[in-house]
């Protein structure tokens, strides 16, 4: 049996979910959408399919095409919360960097010059706790590249716990989630905002887990 979605809003144009960890956003996340709504799923943006939480999936091409001009033009925000091994200096701030994604390896690089296929990525950071040598990160993404998070945090020698590709010690799933997400509804312009906390367990139990808006 098909797992069941957590749904957390839903209208004629669209369903705000939560992904659960290990499906994939696009054809796995579609079809299971689609299985559980009885409704075309359209994928307007991604997360990893090790990671988890808050997505929104347009359910007509009308909303899905206005879904992503939001995206284009920056009003869909954004946020995730992460665990470090280690804690990034300083405790807030910005992250700039060049990436190139290797899709044959699936795995983006931090880089130093411009070539083809090259792409600025940002992001905000503010630790918001530490403990146990690991640190309870909320990330704003400015860009959205290939793992982004993921490669920019470990560049810096802090990567997410149980991020192994990107050469975390620890075991488990990626301590990567999407927060919350806040966009215009894409008929009404009405402002939306979702949030959901991690799921229990390690690394998460480490910290009184608290959502990116406090």
Request: glycine content about 8%; hydrophobic content about 40%.
């Amino acid at each position: 049996m098909m797992e069941q979605i957590g749904i957390l809003y839903r209208d004629d144009a669209l369903a705000v979910c939560i992904k659960p960890v290990g499906l994939d956003s696009q054809n796995g996340m579609c079809r299971a959408l689609e299985a559980q709504l009885g409704c075309p799923a359209f994928c307007v943006h991604r997360l990893d399919q090790g990671v988890g939480g808050v997505m929104v999936y347009a359910l007509t091409a009308k909303a899905a095409a206005a879904c992503s001009r939001s995206i284009a033009s920056g009003e869909m925000q954004k946020t995730y919360l992460a665990v470090c091994e280690g804690v990034p200096a300083p405790a807030q701030g910005e992250m700039r960097d060049l990436l190139y994604h290797d899709t044959a390896k699936n795995k983006s690089y931090v880089v130093q010059r411009r070539r083809r296929g090259v792409r600025d990525a940002a992001l905000t950071y503010r630790v918001l706790e530490s403990r146990e040598g690991c640190s309870l990160v909320s990330v704003t993404l400015l860009t959205g590249r290939s793992h982004q998070i993921r490669v920019q945090f470990a560049s810096r020698a802090v990567p997410l716990c149980g991020d192994g590709r990107y050469g975390a010690k620890s075991r488990g799933a990626i301590a990567l989630w999407s927060n919350s997400i806040a966009f215009p509804h894409p008929e009404s312009g009405q402002p939306l905002r979702f949030s959901a906390p991690p799921p229990q367990g390690a690394p998460w139990d480490l910290f009184e887990l608290k959502t990116a808006a406090e």
